[in-house]
């Protein structure tokens, strides 16, 4: 898969994951990637300008289904400008991730264990890994083996009053933990 379909599938990820958070609005949304995820996605090197000039071909990828998506920087940091339509397609178009949106509502009670959540990643593969985190900013490590679509790496912090969570794109979280 290229680097243009990966970031696409990603955009529309985490567009799937505040819908199911938020609720669905037609509405316009930014999403900010720094360069060091983007170079992973592209499996590049690119500085920024480079990098920039790599965007502009972007929305030849999302037209059919994100539409035009506009993309300005700030140093290192991206935004991606998706429109209503973007919006609006993800909802439409895409199913429903009905594991985003069960660790959503996990993660939303005040009673949730990390029981609760290993237990919700066992139910969906067999061909888990969890792994305790020696970080501060993190307790646990949990994410899908093999033969699963989901390829993130999701991070929890029990607060004691309820639980966190982070998803990163694998290369990203060997970029930060490793």
Same mark, same amino acid.
């Given at each position: 898969m290229n680097g243009y379909k990966i970031l696409e599938n990603n955009l529309i990820d985490i567009i799937k994951e505040e819908q199911a958070k938020l609720g669905y609005r037609k509405e316009k949304i930014r999403l900010y990637y720094p360069?060091?995820?983007?170079?992973?996605?592209?499996?590049?090197?690119?500085?920024?300008?480079?990098?920039?000039?790599?965007? =502009? =071909?972007?929305?030849?990828?999302?037209?059919?289904?994100?539409?035009e998506v506009i993309v300005s920087n700030k140093d290192d940091r991206f935004c991606f400008y998706i429109n209503e339509q973007g919006a609006e397609y993800v909802h439409e178009n895409t199913k429903e991730d009905e594991f985003i949106k069960r660790l959503i509502e996990l993660v939303g009670k005040h009673e949730t264990k990390m029981q609760d959540i290993e237990n919700l990643f066992l139910s969906k593969a067999s061909k888990v890994h969890i792994e305790k985190m020696e970080d501060n900013e993190f307790d646990t490590l949990i994410y899908f083996e093999e033969d699963s679509e989901d390829t993130y790496y999701y991070c929890f912090k029990d607060e004691g009053f309820h639980i966190i969570y982070h998803r990163f794109l694998p290369d990203d979280y060997k970029d930060i933990y490793q």
């Open positions: 360069l060091s995820s983007l170079n992973n996605i592209f499996s590049s090197q690119d500085n920024v300008y480079e990098m920039d000039e790599r965007l =502009k =071909k972007l929305s030849e990828y999302t037209n059919e289904t994100l539409g």
